[in-house]
């Protein structure tokens, strides 16, 4: 039985086997210091212009999808309804690809890929264009190279100890990980008593309507996954619901923001 048209994935670019891409090669170290150089001359650092767009979005859209065309066409839903920040997990297949194909249909959005692991998965994320990565943990390997290019890096942390440890590495910002688990919102409140100078993302399980109670706790925005991309939705490939539930998302990050900023005037 054919989808409703609401719900039918409308594929815009040419799937990744036809024609065939070439593989991903890194280039030569010093091919890929003038690469780094030349992404970090800039009157601001691209490491803050990347940190204002997450604390002014509140909100972190994480995709994981089977294919690179339901990332592709998720993702476009996502960023369509209003949001502005957005990571495609790793584990995706095509991720690197799918990551061009976003930059070039949204150039303005801020976009990276999380769940990196290693030095050389960073460093093909940064060649395909990723203004961040985000880690389960910290990866001290990932953190030197992001910083000579010029990419925010975001660690994930769990413990106090974790978070000074990554803040005086260089983080500039961490990713407590994971949230939920650790005691949700009053977790972070605690957590910003003695780091109130350490920015914060909380991630992990955290439903849309908890997503300005974290932000007016102390984060700097919440990292949503099911809460957008929700298991049925992309099952059913029903862009119709991520982009609603992307557009409540959105919304709700700015509302909190918004309290946040007159709280501190």
Known sequence: MALPSASYCLWRRPPLLSPPQPPLTLPPPSRRHRL??????SSLSPVQQ???????SGIIACLRANSPELAFEAACAALGAGITVLEVVRSTPGVFEVLRWLIEDHPTATLG???ILNA???QNAIVAGAKFLMSPAMVKDILSD??????LYIPGVMTPTEILSAYDAGAKIVKVYPVSTLGGTHYISALKKPFPHIRMVASQGIPRGLAGEYIAKGASAVVLSDAIFSKSAMAQCNLSE???FAHI???QGREAVDRRKRCLE
């Not at 990347?50 to 002014?56: K, Q, W």
């Not at 992001?146 to 990419?151: A, F, H, I, R």
């Open 120 to 122: 050389e998965d960073a």
């Open 146 to 151: 992001s910083q000579d290019c010029g990419v």
């Open 242 to 244: 991520i982009s609603k």
């Open 249 to 251: 998302a959105a919304l």
């Open 36 to 41: 780094c150089a030349c992404t970090a001359r």
């Open 50 to 56: 990347t940190i204002s767009g997450i604390e002014n």
């Open 113 to 115: 890929v999380g769940t």
